[in-house]
């Protein structure tokens, strides 16, 4: 290299060969920089699964940049010069390669893009900040859409995306004549359903590694590493991609939110870990759902249902949290200030569909959504926990957590915190959802059908406890009319009742012991 060299450095969730820092550069005068950083697993004390992930991701990517001729200077999180963060190691590699400036991908989240903003002053060089091109909507785009707009329907930003990919379109129609199949999917399970085991992957030599650096170090963090399975390399990602494509996608959208205690995955992708770290393109994977239902192996309302969730969900939640931050970190309309329980982080609860779902979580870094949505996040939303606690839980304990995927789904869709931004009515449900979607309450020791006292489920009082003390904000909702008009036609004594039988419940709530999510 006879040049000073650009220092291009690569996040832990930038894992793509196509990543636009590296697009138009030459590998003789680049140096490409990944990091394993202390600070990036302790910030919040991810799920031990989550750090083997993405560390082992991140060597097999440097492996395969280094085949490709880059010249990788890779930090490893033993090494005795590691400072532990970003910052420390960009300024440390921009001397050690007298770099002449730096070029990187805009991050996944805000806290790391206030560390790039202060590189350039503290290297006294340039540094480029290049928009990520494997979204299909860059952010100007999204704030474009969303300025002249009074309400931020995901329903609309979804068929725009639709229009631009191309996607399950027929010329200017929607395939099928439909933009939404969601009314012929989310059946409960019937009896006998039997989903297929997920796919896993054994952990090669540098996996292995990794688990056991993740042990010695993060081993006091939550989760456990012995059923670790996710894929690491692009050619399991891709594996995994066919074999959700032939054994799950075709029931998907009729499953998709369904619950049963012996198949924690259900019929979803398993897929998310591997596309928020760059080990699969989000729209090749839609591309590939699309040509299923049209050599017919996939029902359109199937297909359908999972492409809404990558380019319309997934798409514009990203687009919410770069419009909303620094501001959706701190918000709570409604005020919850309850901490999160000891019990979210044990499992050890007799609410069966909390305990299993917690139980999941650990073995796997994973609940699908629904688990995610409707018990977590309903019992959160309905018991008034802290929309900041709750957030440090969701994005230690899943594989696929970076903040700016979780936290508008905790803060805007499952906590209401963002006043409705999000979603136009809370998320809140009683015990005879989780009874209808899944096999949870027929083993649990508080019984579905009873509304008050302590045998009766906790979710039924909690409901109307939620809506009671919430009136002044959500009651002019006109998507809540026919709840709280239910709500007043109950007598009194049973409004007294059910309010005494919550309350009594949510004294029983400990609060987690410190240290579980942060230092
Ligand atoms: P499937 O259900 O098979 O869906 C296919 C794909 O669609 C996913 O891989 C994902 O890329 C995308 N997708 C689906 N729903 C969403 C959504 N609401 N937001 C963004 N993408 C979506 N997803 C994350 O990737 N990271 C998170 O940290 C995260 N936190 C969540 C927290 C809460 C409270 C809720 C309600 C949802 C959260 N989600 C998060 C969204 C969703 O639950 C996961 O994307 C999904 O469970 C991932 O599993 P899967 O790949 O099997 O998904
Ligand atoms: C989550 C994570 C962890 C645990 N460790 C690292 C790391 O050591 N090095 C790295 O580059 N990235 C890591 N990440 C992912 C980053 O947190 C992620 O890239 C940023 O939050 C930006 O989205
Ligand atoms: Fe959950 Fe209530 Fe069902 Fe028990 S009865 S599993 S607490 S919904």
Redesign the pocket.
Known sequence: MTKRPVLVPILGDQLTPAISSLADRKSDDTVVLMMEVAEEAGYVRHHQAKIALILSAMRHFADELRAGGWRVDYIALDDRANTGTFTDEVLRAAKRHDARGIQVTEPGEWRVRRMMDGWAQACGLRVRVLGDTRFVCPLPDFYAWAAPRRELRMEWFYRDMRRHTGLLMDGEEPAGGRWNFDAENRSGPPPGLNPPAPMTFVPDAITRDVIDLVRARFGHHFGNLDHFGWPVTRADAQALLERFLAERLPL?GQW?DAMLSDHD?MF?????PA??CGLLD?VDVCRRAEAEYREGRAPLAAVEG?IR??IG??EY?RGMYWLDMPGMASANELNATRPVPEFWWTGDTPMRCIAQTVRATRDNA????IQ??MV??NFALLSGLDPAQVADW??AV?A???EW??LP??AG??LHADGGRLASKPYAASGAYISRMSDYCGDCAYNVKLKTGPQACPFNALYWHFLDRNASRLGRNPRLATAYATWRRMSEDKRADTLASAEAFLMTLEPAAPGWARA
Do not use: C, K
């Open positions: 998907f998709q995955t979803h992708a398993l897929l998310s596309i928020n989000p999972f969730q990558i969900w997934r939640i994973y609940a699908h959504h995610r949505l977590m996040g969701f994005l899943y696929d957590a970076y995927v979780e789904n905790v869709m499952a």
